[in-house]
């Protein structure tokens, strides 16, 4: 069981937008420790898609954001691509563990 | 570029012991923290370890306290993961992972990933 909570899996069709979710707590995104997001493709090694909560590293398409709010955060894709086919995964920093901790990671399907 | 490489993994048997190691080029290797992260078969990132910059930060996931020991050397630009005792659960893909700040910051994250080492832990 992770400590921060995703959906397992959320679906879209080609040009819309998904959001999926990441559920921590007080000890975590509640303590006001940033959220990272990573995309990984199949078979492949994660690659940190959104920093800092709402920030994208040079390459990273605008259709990609982040949002983050009390002990919650969310990564907004618009205009689904069939290639954003993949999962996802939230990173923070538990205050309580002190250590860092992801997300269980969201299969995104596009229909 | 920044490259990192891991090696090390195998199969080995309950109990054993293993040691994996990360060659890092392409960046000041002693300004960085540095992580282990893990990947179980058909299973979600799981964080393993963080060693700060000048080695003397270190923290664990619980799971792995007292079997495991993270340690770097910046002469050889080398980040290393001891795992003693180990368990069938320990089974899984194990990245090293550069964090981009200096491993004292909980603001941390992972901008840059090995391709991983398989460990397989069995009988």
């Known amino acids: 069981q992770s400590v921060l909570t995703q959906p397992p899996s959320v679906s879209g069709a080609p040009g819309q937008r998904v959001t999926i979710s990441c559920t921590g707590s007080?000890?975590?995104?509640?303590?006001?420790?940033?959220v990272h997001w990573y995309q990984q493709l199949p078979g492949t090694v994660p690659k940190l898609l959104i920093y800092?909560?709402?920030n994208r590293p040079s390459g990273v398409p605008d259709r990609f954001s982040g949002s983050k709010s009390g002990t919650s955060a969310s990564l907004a894709i618009t205009g689904l691509q069939a290639d954003d086919e993949t999962d996802y995964y939230c990173q923070s920093y538990d205050s309580s563990l002190s250590g860092w901790v992801f997300g269980g990671g969201t299969k995104l399907t596009v229909l | 570029q920044v490259q990192l490489v891991e090696s090390g993994g195998g199969v080995v048997q309950p109990g054993r012991s293993l040691r994996l190691s990360c060659a890092a080029s392409?960046?000041?290797?002693?300004?960085?923290?540095m992580h282990w992260v893990r990947q179980a078969p058909g299973k979600g990132l799981e964080w393993v370890a963080v060693i700060s910059y000048d080695g003397r930060n270190k923290n664990y996931v619980d799971s792995v306290k007292g079997r495991f020991t993270i340690s770097r050397d910046n002469s050889k630009n080398t980040l290393y993961l001891q795992m003693n005792s180990l368990r069938a659960e320990d089974t899984a893909v194990y990245y090293c992972?550069?964090?981009?700040?200096?491993?004292?910051?909980?603001?941390?994250?992972?901008?840059?990933w090995g391709q991983g080492t398989l460990v397989i832990v069995s009988s």
């Open positions: 800092g909560n709402n």
């Open positions: 392409g960046f000041t290797f002693s300004s960085y923290g």
């Open positions: 992972a550069k964090d981009r700040y200096s491993g004292y910051d909980t603001g941390g994250y992972f901008d840059y």
């Open positions: 007080s000890s975590n995104i509640g303590a006001g420790n940033d």
